[in-house]
């Protein structure tokens, strides 16, 4: 089971002055189990691509399959398909509407014909699992939140909808380290625990090393990379003409690879990369 | 979706008419629409049928796509041309039941449509190639004389600018709400009449906070940067009037003079 992207193309505003082709002939797959990153600078076309992925968009050219069913099909198919992928946007706190966060994070099962008591059931759920005290939030409107509690109220918005595929769009812009920090772990937990694929787009390469299986690069609406990380951060000009950064720990290492020590460049902590360099200086010592 | 609409019809380009300043182009407009109304012969007719053409070529507006500005008012036109065929006494053409379509009806009722078509040629040249900010920067310049008896000019160009700016945000805004509520699950295109209308809600309310965000911000913004209205601003871009506008004003100007004389002499 997976999602087939199978040589899409997409166009804005097609036989318009403002034409502009966004995606160019992209094809890829995303395997049920894996966590696939989507980096590229700012206008290369992954929200684009993103939007896809649950048939908000239509390709000009080519199809998404989503397992098996095209999601530009007509028919209740192509409906189911389309809900088993989850679509958090970038800054999805600016769709928050209801007057309660427990309303708003119940909106999507309430528009799926879920019935009340499971709603209730998955919004506990969502909530506690964005880190979100049920009983303390539920009664509260979302508009008095912080901007992270705002944030993780709209994802578990989308996680009350239990998508088999989870999309997020840029999920960590503009939040603090530590709110960085915290998303992410949560979003891993989520792979790990409840076997959900996930997809998101970055431009934070250390983000994408940590935790993605794979990653794929845009650079002006075409697909120039897809591979593990580890490998694909080896093709430094492809990475760096899409307007992207090598990790830190990458660059030093392959810097000081450069200067004769023996090490190898893929680690992508601090931990890691310091025991490395102590074991390459260790080793010359020694020689 | 949404964003298929662009606003206003403006159509990026370099030609002589782009370049123009503004202001003539109103002023100018003005004068030729005035024109259009008041010389009635046949061969004015043809003088200004063939300058709008020649105009249209000269600012590399598609010409399907200046055509299609007449669209809002097809029906219009139509009408006007059925209505003139069957009231205006003449030789028959046809009947449709009692109504009576005469060959005098039929040219009168050209000439007016063609009058009408031309004005919304002309104006839409106007817009095609005409900024937004450029039309409402002339609007304030064109207004100011008004200030001494009160009309706030540069205070409503100010205006008309930021909400002209905003549109595009807005719908791009809309657009994107839209797709975040479909992708929980809410359809806009089935059901009856009130649940499409409650649809509306979950993209109303985010709009509206996301607008009076901007506004807050936007003023902020402004405020932090010294803005205190108008008195003794100046501007990044000065409208100048050029050679070119001066052409275009000397060639208006022969135009004109040359139909009153073919008014007064009968030719
Ligand atoms: N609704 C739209 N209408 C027209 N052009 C758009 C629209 N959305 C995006 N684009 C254009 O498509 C390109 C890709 O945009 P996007 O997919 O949002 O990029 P990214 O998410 O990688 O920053 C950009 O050049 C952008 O200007
Ligand atoms: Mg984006």
Redesign the interface.
């Known amino acids: 089971m997976s999602i087939e992207i199978k040589n899409i193309s997409y166009t804005?505003?097609p036989k318009?002055?403002?034409e502009h082709q966004a995606l160019k002939n992209v094809s890829f797959t995303l395997n049920e189990g894996e966590v696939t990153a989507i980096a590229g600078h700012t206008g290369s076309g992954k929200s684009t691509i993103v939007?896809h992925l649950?048939g908000?968009l239509h390709p000009t050219d080519g199809q998404v399959l989503v397992d098996g069913t095209d999601l530009a099909s007509k028919g209740d198919e192509a409906v189911k398909a389309r809900?088993l992928v989850?679509?958090v946007?970038q800054y999805?706190e600016?769709?928050?509407?209801e007057e309660t966060v427990a309303k708003d994070v119940g909106?999507?099962p309430k528009?799926?014909g879920v019935s009340e008591e499971e709603t209730e059931k998955r919004v506990r759920e969502a909530l506690e699992f964005v880190d979100l005290d049920y009983d303390v939030f539920k009664d509260v409107s979302p508009?008095q939140l912080s901007g992270g509690q705002k944030r993780r109220v709209a994802i578990a918005?989308?996680l009350a909808?239990k998508p088999k595929y989870l999309v997020l769009d840029e999920p960590t812009a503009g939040l603090d380290p530590r709110g960085r920090e915290e998303l992410l772990s949560r979003v891993c937990e989520l792979h790990k625990k409840k076997k959900v694929t996930l997809i998101f787009v970055s431009h934070k390469m250390e983000d994408v090393a940590r935790i993605a299986d794979r990653l794929i690069v845009m650079n002006h609406g075409e697909l120039v990379i897809d591979a593990p990380p580890r490998k694909a951060f080896l093709e430094e000009a492809a990475i760096k003409e899409a307007g992207l950064d090598i990790p830190v720990t990458v660059r030093l290492l392959t810097e000081l690879k450069e200067k004769g020590f023996s090490v190898d460049t893929d680690a992508f902590t601090i931990d890691e990369t310091a025991k490395r360099i102590a074991r390459a200086i260790k080793e010359r010592g020694r020689r | 979706m949404l964003t298929d609409i662009t606003l206003g019809q403006y159509f990026p380009g370099t030609s002589f008419l782009h370049r123009m300043d503004p202001r003539m182009k109103i002023s100018l407009l003005f004068v030729w629409i005035v024109g259009i109304f008041v010389f009635d012969m046949p061969k004015a007719y043809g003088v200004f049928t063939a300058a709008t053409v020649l105009l249209a070529i000269i600012s590399r507006v598609p010409l399907l796509t200046l055509a299609k500005s007449i669209k809002p008012l097809w029906m219009i036109l139509v009408f006007t041309l059925l209505i003139h065929m069957c009231g205006t006494p003449g030789e028959a053409l046809f009947h449709i039941s009692v109504f009576e379509f005469t060959k005098e009806g039929f040219m009168q009722g050209f000439v007016i449509c063609l009058r009408l078509a031309l004005l919304i040629f002309l104006s839409s040249l106007l817009t095609f190639t005409t900024s937004p900010l450029e039309l409402t920067d002339a609007m304030e310049s064109l207004l100011s004389p008004l200030k001494c008896i009160g009309v706030p000019a540069h205070e409503l160009a100010m205006m008309m600018s930021i909400a002209l700016r905003f549109v595009p945000t807005l719908i791009e805004e809309t657009d994107k709400i839209m797709k975040a509520q479909q992708s929980r699950g809410v359809n806009f295109e089935s059901g009856n009449v009130i649940k499409r209308l409650s649809s509306l809600v979950p993209i109303l309310v985010p709009l509206f906070i996301s607008a009076f965000r901007r506004a807050d911000e936007l003023a902020m913004a402004m405020e932090a940067r010294c803005y205190r209205g108008g008195e003794g601003r100046t501007r990044m871009k000065e409208l100048k009037v050029r050679a070119l506008d001066y052409g275009a004003c000397a060639c208006t100007v022969v135009l004109m003079a040359a139909l009153v004389v073919m008014k007064v002499e009968g030719i």
Do not use: E, K, R
Request: hydrophobic residues 50%; charged residues 0%; aromatic residues 24%.
């Open positions: 804005y505003m318009t002055a403002f939007q649950n908000l809900q989850g679509l946007f999805p600016h769709q928050l509407f909106f999507g528009n799926l508009f918005g989308v909808l």
